[in-house]
């Protein structure tokens, strides 16, 4: 093997393992606080009175935009699908939901 193809090799595995794997750990580190960001994000909607329903629904969007990114890239990378609306995470399991939770409030 050249030098420069060994010299690719190590540039390649370094930062892979060095470099990658440090950042994809230090975010994977943060999902509880992203746990906890969702659930304050609940929290202030239920304590809120009057709310502007078009910074909510834009905050939503913009949410579900990156979070489909990210599903987006951890599918092809790990070679896996989800099958989100096959295992109930679909807009008819939502509605059900949704609806729950009316009912639940209004009693």
Known sequence: MN????????????????QYLVKL??????????????????SALDNTGHINMYDVYHVVEHTAYHLGQ??????RLAGHRFQFVQTGLNEKALR??????????QA
């Open 3 to 18: 030098s420069s193809m060994y010299e690719f090799k190590m540039i390649s595995k370094h930062r892979m393992y060095d």
């Open 25 to 42: 750990r230090a975010c994977i580190k943060l999902l509880d606080e992203v746990e906890d960001a969702f659930s304050s994000f609940c």
């Open 70 to 75: 990210i599903i987006d890239r951890v599918q």
């Open 96 to 105: 059900a939901i949704v609806q729950q939770s009316l009912l639940n409030t």
